[in-house]
């Protein structure tokens, strides 16, 4: 069964600092791989989406890298801001059309 | 843009009532999900539905069921609500097919008194 960790499960930064967030899964047979943001007491709102044939995906500052041979995923933030405050979430989808598998997110506080 | 919308945001309900949780998408997607996501534990599915009249049970289907007649409406039954349903349900909808971004509602806090 397919098994998906975020570490850390918090981090807190000073505004402007590059930061990585870490995803690791068990079973490399993945179709894809989701990062998500969410707000405290929100739904989650979609970040990237990378393919299992891709190896990253960027949008704005935002950069996800994705190692499927090693099971990973990283999430780069470029010049954090307080705004980027938020639980960032990963997930990813196995084969056929079977529901994504989260992690359980980290949680990231960037101080002004 | 993508809209998922839940019925309500804030629900307060009693032990045994029959609680309904509406999800309804605009963008004609085919799949359809309920999770539950409570701290420490994360996001959990609850059903899922791949299209209308279809339903799949997640991982914690227990004391729950739903209902997809309509292809851009999803709903969540709780047949005898309890106090450990209390939580942050969140509906999701996507295109079939295994590619496709995931898009979430905003999430209904129902707290069981």
């Known amino acids: 069964k397919q098994e998906v960790t975020q570490i850390p499960a918090a981090l807190s930064v000073p505004e402007g600092e590059n930061l990585v967030l870490n995803c690791s899964f068990t079973?490399?047979?993945?179709?894809?791989l989701q990062w998500f943001r969410q707000d405290p007491g929100k739904g989650l709102t979609s970040l990237l989406l990378?393919?299992?044939?891709?190896r990253e995906q960027t949008s704005g500052r935002l950069n996800a890298s994705l190692d499927k041979s090693s099971g990973r995923s990283t999430l780069y933030i470029a010049a954090s801001q307080p705004g980027d405050s938020a639980t960032y979430l990963c997930?990813?989808?196995?084969?056929?059309?079977?529901?994504?598998?989260f992690g359980k997110g980290t949680r990231l506080s960037v101080i002004a | 843009d993508v809209k998922v919308t839940q019925s309500s945001r804030y629900l307060v309900k009693r032990t045994g009532e029959k609680v309904f949780l509406e999800c309804v998408q605009d963008?004609?997607?085919?799949?359809m999900f309920w999770y539950r996501q409570d701290p420490g534990l994360g996001l959990r599915l609850i059903y899922f539905?791949?299209?209308?009249?279809?339903?799949e049970k997640g991982d914690i289907p227990e004391g729950y069921s739903v209902s997809r007649e309509k292809k851009e409406r999803f709903s969540l039954i709780l047949e005898s609500a309890s106090t450990n349903q209390t939580s942050m349900y969140l509906c999701?909808?996507?295109?079939?097919?295994?590619?496709?971004?995931?898009?979430f509602g905003p999430g209904t806090r129902l707290t069981v008194l």
């Open positions: 079973d490399s047979a993945i179709y894809n």
């Open positions: 963008m004609d997607h085919e799949n």
């Open positions: 539905s791949y299209d209308v009249k279809m339903k």
């Open positions: 990378i393919q299992s044939s891709q």
């Open positions: 999701a909808s996507k295109l079939a097919g295994p590619t496709d971004t995931q898009y």
């Open positions: 997930a990813v989808r196995g084969s056929g059309n079977t529901p994504l598998v």
